[in-house]
């Protein structure tokens, strides 16, 4: 280990009766690497590697909490869609619920979220998770993240909340009991942000993918160790994670999030996006939500599939719920594809599991599709549909409001006819 070594070298400059000697201090430069000379030994001057040592981190971990207290990740979403935290000490009978926790804020000039003049933003809680990255022994008040929605100071919320939009969509539909399953590809990178995972140095694998997909063996699965600590991490937090798998292309990966009712499965995979980040941090590993990040050769892009059921649809005779569903987003299919993500043109060309995003439709089984209806849905009459269009990269408060706002509207549409394979 770098830290490891370093900390020899240091020991080599103490004198037998333990005092320091002076340092000749000279900075050199290897291999474009700065490094201080100190007693006539090298020590890199390279930060951030405390990371790759357990044994460090371990000894602060270690330290007992003071009672009644406990740490909270404040986690907001900002202006470009990614996730921003910071942390709090809070009395434990405050993080009992949303509702009792402060609200905070932060410097929104920072994230592109206020002027520099008029910088402050406010946080306002609306979900809690327990904080796999900060566990206590069995007994003790757990550590927490906060999924927060963003506000001025007078209240109003910020144009990039998008959760606010979201929850005026589901706002008085409880009943229809809207589950929402979301499938969140994405794609793991050497930390040169050019190299996914298994693939070879500024080139591509020589077999092309098939064998990738749900896959065992060296030579074909990339990244299980980041999803199975993802796994684990988003359980212990009370994540709705229902499943992972490998994906088609080498590198790729996926997770899936639900069912989960209503706004709670924005919030529920936006935090597990921001878990997903902080375990990649610690392997260091670069992961990108780009629904197209290999544009050269034949490989599938990402997305996430985003799974519908109401109480209708999954009760008998539910297959014309769906139906008539899948009408009315046929019928506003531009505008869903306009908010499905940035990129997804690169990735929805008819090819690779897609349709093309120009063209609506939707068949039983057809992953070709733009709706797909499972074979167990159309044999049982019951179910739910999976929307194939969003992207990995989309809003999910989006997505989730807008297929609501859309499937519950009061609007006569056409019929289209399936897409199905005859048998």
């Not at 103490?14 to 430069?29: K, L, M, N, Q």
């Not at 990339?222 to 994540?239: H, P, S, V």
Request: aromatic share 8%; proline share 7%; charged share 20%.
């Amino acid at each position: 280990m770098l830290f490891q070594t370093a900390l020899l070298l240091l020991g080599s400059a103490v004198s037998p009766a333990g005092a320091f000697t002076a340092p000749t201090r000279a900075f050199t430069r290897r291999s474009g690497v700065s490094s201080l000379k100190m007693g006539g030994s090298i020590l890199s001057t390279q930060t951030g590697m405390s990371s790759h040592d357990p044994t460090l981190i371990d000894k602060y971990m270690a330290l007992g909490m003071p009672k009644n207290k406990v740490l909270a990740e404040y986690v907001w979403v900002d202006a470009k869609g990614e996730l921003r935290s910071k942390t709090r000490t809070l009395p434990t009978d405050k993080t009992l619920s949303p509702d009792t926790l402060p609200k905070w804020n932060f410097d929104g000039s920072s994230t592109d979220q206020a002027p520099g003049d008029d910088s402050e933003v406010i946080l306002k809680p609306q979900a809690i998770f327990k904080d796999p990255f900060r566990p206590v022994p069995e007994g003790d008040d757990a550590n927490i993240l906060v999924m927060c929605d963003t506000y001025t100071p007078s209240g109003e919320p910020l144009p990039s909340n998008t959760r606010y939009k979201a929850a005026q969509a589901f706002e008085g539909k409880e009943d229809l009991v809207t589950w929402f399953g979301m499938e969140q590809e994405f794609t793991l990178f050497n930390m040169d942000q050019r190299t996914p995972l298994g693939w070879p140095e500024q080139g591509a694998p020589t077999r092309a993918q098939g064998p990738y997909y749900c896959s065992v063996g060296p030579e074909n699965s990339f990244g299980r160790q980041i999803t199975d600590c993802l796994y684990r991490a988003c359980l212990y937090a009370g994540l709705e994670i229902s499943g992972t798998n490998g994906e088609v292309m080498p590198g790729q990966q996926e997770y899936q999030v639900g069912p989960c009712v209503g706004i709670d499965a924005g919030d529920q995979l936006y935090m597990s996006r921001y878990i997903l980040a902080r375990v990649c941090e610690d392997f260091q590993v670069f992961c990108t939500l780009h629904p197209k990040p290999i544009v050269d050769g034949d490989w599938n892009g990402a997305g996430m599939h985003t799974n519908v059921s109401t109480e209708e649809m999954r009760n008998e005779g539910g297959i014309d719920a769906i139906y008539k569903a899948i009408y009315k987003l046929g019928a506003k299919h531009a505008q869903h594809i306009a908010a499905y993500g940035e990129g997804n043109e690169l990735r929805l060309t008819g090819k690779f599991e897609t349709a093309d995003m120009d063209t609506f439709c939707f068949g039983v089984a057809n992953r070709g599709a733009s709706i797909r209806i499972g074979r167990d849905t159309d044999a049982e009459g019951k179910g739910y549909f999976e929307d194939r269009r969003p992207s990995s990269n989309c809003d999910p408060y989006t997505v989730s409001g807008m297929i609501m706002a859309t499937i519950t509207e009061d609007i006569e549409v056409p019929v289209i006819e399936p897409m199905n394979k005859q048998s």
